[in-house]
């Protein structure tokens, strides 16, 4: 088995506690509005429909107070669910390229599309084609806790869920609640304003109970310019070093005729010995008078990218319930977001082939470059044809502004049926609608029109030479539409059945059948669809919708209880049957089984078994074909290392379309990013996952306030839905450096997208479309440890508290494997990172610890986050830096109740301004990887929350 292993783990960490409220255990769960206490005192605990006495679970369930959210001044839910040992960071804040101004959650590295969020213990919106969640539309002010549970969970909540399931609950609000909140960095920047209000109480005498609630929330940008680790792009000289680096497209310009230097063909045209305009090509360091370009004419793009994105949110909604009838309750759910993120680009690069009319570009350039150029025009018509590339930098930056206007509407319904029988049932329709606004790209046609005389004559020979007429003549504005919908009808009976006779509790049961629609649609503007567009990235139009229906049920069976050698001993089981519409999928299995054995009081042990599935999303299916961007080695260029450049790789260069005398030089591929096209596939197949855990928690009754789990997960996904081939990345990795075989599909996917000069560029690039790769596999484990004392008097009380809380994660295997036909060919990104398989940071050690003291009103708290060490992906590259070592971060919080209606919180994050590591080309953006590491330095916050 050919394995490329990079020393790297999963691991995660999180800090739940701080004062005696917030001790969990990782069974612990609360109730929400919707989710209410059956008469019985009965909970609903997250992974389950099954009413229960006590918290705990087969499956381990890991639980975020309120309290934690006020404590690291998180307004977003994005910055507490983040640091979970169960998580890798999705989309954050600080993505910008690749952005998409949406915080998005992947527990345990899977992806974000195989991650269930509920809300209240159902679906929420999800926010484009890929129906993935959106976290910036949850209102973290009214969370009261957060449930994780990790392992497949299908069987009981359906598709979606093969990493897990992640459940918001949110308060009953009694009375009026009011709070702001400001923070502000070390260096003055970055500003974040938030202002919510929440109101509730009982009405018809105590037979209802209604809660509304509102939110504002602005967050300032942070440009990269202003960090001192991001202010340049970085670049490996691939010995060993980071150098300044950037983009080969410049203001002045670069021009190269695509006749060859030199060629096997001897009819072939060439490129005239001594002509300005043969490779490397002319650059224009000043306006109309050039020289040959060389390898450091760069443009610095970095500095007037954004750090963090600037974000501005209206959250407005409410929920209410009313008992009707004696034993039957209504019950509602309404929410309303407004959310608009911008990304935004250094100014647009124009690259391609163009005509060049001699006698306009004449009028731009100096007489001996007027004449070097009439010297290519071989056929006497006045146009020469040349590969140009040009930033546009009198146009501006390129700014992509997305406005999501999302709603959701819940009805439903729940009561008795009998006195040991409930039934519950609801009806749930979101829809999200996404207006995109691009200003800064270029019009290819007019850009085109401009060089060839048939447009208004544009002046690209130099920096600063596009007058505004010349401006206005290319720039177009793109608006595209993203609409999304999800609709729910659910019902489900449960209760008790029978008691076995010898356990305090009876057989529960779910029965229950559930329907869901999601459609969803990218309209782009015949700019943008058409290719004319020059600076985002374009695309085709997107449709699709299908629906499933579904039968699921479970059964909890408590064989016995509180017998010498069995404290309690019960069984767990579940089974969903999924009919879609779609013909590649049809009916589908998940199931699940567990085990939970305490032979005393202190000690539990559990286990647990899942099948689950996940079928393809509107995206994966149905996606038109778009342009990409990936970071990506070309092993036929110069970034190729030494060891890799051999005569096999040499002859599959220009089998596939390099000249033989460009191969293994800096003229093939001199970006770090290589364009391709992507797109969905209509024939995909679901995604199938088996999950295993095994655990203990442990509760010695003889050291009161203490509270240890531990819990070993493995969970393998088998035709997992990805890009062809994992990437294009790993694609050209395949096809020159694995497989070394021009029939190989790998290398089929390459050949014919290289140009006269071997560049994958805008007129020919691969075609990476979606498809069940080999497949997925997590293992490690997870664990917790929580203590809660008193310490008899304080400063302030006379009875002051101390509480500590320590999460963390140990990764065994993170495994991707890109090809299902060649399974040996696998990639271990456990303590790994890179742009070649694993993607972000994944530690084999994280974790998150909290230490508090409570003294009376006053708590002070210090949280510690760690992320272990990683290694690069690729072991076919040679990168200036290889590990990214372990990283460490200490947030201080000081909390008061300065009344009883009246409570102050201060802080202040990355306390002694840890600065992330920085790389060159392995980086995902600003030189490292934000949304792991910490980019804006020391940070400060605090809040005020009153109540009446």
Known sequence: MKTHLKKAALISATSLTAAAALVSTNAYAQTGPAEASEPSGEIIVTGSRIARRNVESAAPVAVVDSEEFALSGAVNVESVINTLPQVIPGTTSFSNNPGGGVATLNLRGLGSARTMVLVNGRRWMFYDTQQIVDLN?????????????????????????????????????????????????????????????????????????????????????????????????????????????????????????????????????????????????????????????????????????????????????????????????????????????????????????FNIDVATASQFISAADAAAMNQLDTDGDGLVRMSVTRRTTEVGARNSLDERNAFRVLLGARGEITSNINYDAYYMFARTRNSNIQTGNVSRSAFQAGLDGTGTDINIYGPGTLTQDMVDAISITAQNTEISTLQVASGVISGSLFNTGMSRDDVGFAIGAEYRRVSSEFIPDTALSSGDVIGFNAGNPTAGAYDVKELFAELRVPLVTDTPGVYRLELTGAARYSDYSLGAVGGVWAYAGGIEYAPIPDVTLRGQYQRAVRAPNVEELFGGLAQGFPGATDPCSSRQPADNRTDVVRDLCIATGVPSSAVFTAAVQPNSQIQGLFGGNPNLQEETSDSWTAGVVVTPTFFPGFTATLDWYKIEVDGAIGDYGGGLSNTLNLCYNVFQDINNEYCQAILGTRNANGIMDGENVPSILAANTGGLKVQGLDFELSYITSLGGGLISEDARISFNFLGNYTIDNIYIPVASNPEEQYQCAGAFGNLACGTPTPKWKWTSRLSFIDGPLTTSLRWRHVGAVTDDDDTTDYAVERLGAYDQFDLTFSADVTENFSLTAGVNNLFDKQPPTMGDNQQQTNTWPGVYDVLGRDFFISGRMTF
């Open 137 to 353: 539309t949850i209102p973290s002010f009214l969370i009261e806790s957060v449930d994780v549970v990790t392992g497949g969970a299908s069987a009981v909540y359906g598709s979606d869920a093969l990493a897990g399931v992640v459940n918001f609950r949110l308060k009953d609000v009694q009375g009026l609640e009011m709070g702001a909140q400001y923070g502000v960095t070390s260096r003055g920047d970055g500003q974040r304003l938030t202002a919510n209000f929440a109101f509730g109480g009982e009405f018809a005498d105590g037979r209802g109970h209604a809660t509304v609630y509102g939110e504002y929330y602005d967050r300032k940008d942070v440009f990269a310019g202003a960090r001192k680790f991001s202010e340049d792009v970085n670049w490996d000289d691939y010995e060993g070093n980071i150098i300044p680096g950037g983009s080969a497209t410049t203001p002045q310009g670069r021009f190269t005729s695509v006749l060859p230097t030199s060629s096997d063909d001897p009819t072939a045209q060439l490129c005239p010995t001594g002509n300005i305009f043969c490779s490397p090509g002319a650059f224009y360091e000043t306006p109309g008078s050039s020289r040959p370009r060389t390898a450091s004419d760069l443009y610095n793009y970095g500095p007037v990218n954004y750090l963090m994105v600037p974000q501005e949110r209206y959250l407005m909604g409410g929920y209410a319930d009313y008992e009707f009838s004696d034993g039957h309750t209504a019950y509602a759910e309404v929410s309303y977001v407004n959310n608009r993120v911008a990304n935004e680009l250094a100014a647009t690069p124009v690259t391609g082939t």
